[in-house]
């Protein structure tokens, strides 16, 4: 039987492995530098709006796969941007891609984006950060900005997502292969600016 110190000491490990690991995203804005080209992604499963599951193999079998991070249906910019390449789908489609939105936002708040925006492409919830850690796009908005968010805009950050962190994805877009290689990327730590179709199309290989 183990001693009492010894479970002391295995619990204490236990909680600076994982608040560490807390910690490790609890970064500034600054420290997100986003999954590079030429990287290999680990693929993932994850909710949609409508509570099915979708895995990303399924995607990347069908060939190319573009993935564009959004912050929440509250963001006018995110809502834009998704009509935007709703509206122009069917030209990616017909260059062999597929596209795929990940929010952190739980399946209620993604019924609303979808709403807003008339998107039937998949929008998944990112319950956790996971995907978003996994493409090293999360980050900690100053203070100031998330009293912003919360009071005068009525956000609700805690409310709206799966932990009470008011973590946000930085809006990058990713073009990966059929293997899941990362062949392209639209990553500007400014939320105003998004990709355009046209530079998805333009670098969607031929």
């Not at 019924?111 to 807003?116: D, G, I």
């Not at 990709?195 to 670098?203: A, F, P, W």
Request: proline letters at 4%.
């Amino acid at each position: 039987m183990m001693s009492l110190k010894r479970v002391i000491a295995l619990y204490s490990l236990l909680f600076f492995v994982s608040w560490g690991m807390a910690q490790a995203t609890l970064r500034p804005l600054s420290e997100a530098k986003g999954i590079a080209v030429g990287a290999k992604v680990d693929v993932f499963s994850a909710i949609n709006g409508s509570d099915s599951l979708v895995h990303l193999s399924d995607y990347l079998s069908k060939g190319l796969t573009v993935i564009v991070f959004v912050r929440g249906q509250w963001c006018p910019i995110c809502n834009k941007h998704l009509s935007h390449i709703q509206d122009s789908v069917q030209q990616i489609l017909d260059k062999g891609a597929n596209v795929l939105f990940v929010s952190p936002e739980k399946p209620d708040f993604i019924q609303k984006m979808a709403s807003k925006t008339g998107v039937t492409l998949d929008i998944l919830y990112d319950e956790g950060y996971k995907i978003c850690d996994a493409f090293d796009v999360t980050f900690l908005p100053e203070k100031s900005m998330r009293v912003l968010l919360n009071s005068m805009a009525n956000v609700k950050l805690k409310e709206s997502h799966s932990d009470d962190s008011e973590r946000l994805p930085i809006p990058a877009t990713f073009i990966l292969s059929g293997d899941g290689v990362v062949l392209w990327r639209h990553f500007n730590p400014d939320y105003k600016v998004r990709s355009t179709v046209k530079e998805i199309l333009d670098n969607l290989p031929k």
